[in-house]
């Protein structure tokens, strides 16, 4: 079993940047890939950004293009989302995912899910 563990979210101005951080442990040999989504209230989780672990391959929602990045440190089971420029439109809960498999592009893709942190942005 995999545990993800988030943090870094928080309240932010228009404009502002946040760093996420998710912590991996347990049987993260398993992780293939690992991916960020959001879920605003009333709205249904959806995938910003993903990336194979071991890869340069990236993945990144049409919503999220050019204002987050995702990045990892296997050294340290560590996967990172760094958005700038956010928006109000990006006031969500973020999930940080793994997934055994190195295709993912869907929630049924994943296998270990974190808690959520939450990302306000006001304006």
């Known amino acids: 079993q995999v545990q993800l563990v988030e943090s870094g979210g928080g309240l932010v101005q228009a404009g502002g940047s946040l760093r996420l951080s998710c912590a991996a442990s347990?049987?993260?040999?398993?992780?293939?890939?690992v991916g960020w989504f959001q879920q605003a209230p009333g709205k249904e989780r959806v995938l910003v950004v993903a990336?194979?672990?071991?890869?340069?391959?990236?993945y990144y929602a049409d919503s999220v293009k050019g204002r987050f990045i995702i990045s990892r440190d296997n050294a340290k089971n560590t996967v990172y989302l760094q958005m700038d420029s956010l928006k109000p439109e990006d006031t969500a809960v973020y999930y940080c995912?793994?997934?055994?498999?190195?295709?993912?592009?869907?929630?049924?893709?994943?296998?270990?899910w974190g808690q959520g942190t939450q990302v306000t942005v006001s304006s």
């Open positions: 990336m194979r672990w071991g890869g340069t391959s990236r």
């Open positions: 995912a793994a997934s055994r498999s190195y295709s993912v592009i869907s929630r049924t893709d994943f296998d270990y």
């Open positions: 347990g049987r993260t040999f398993d992780i293939a890939a």
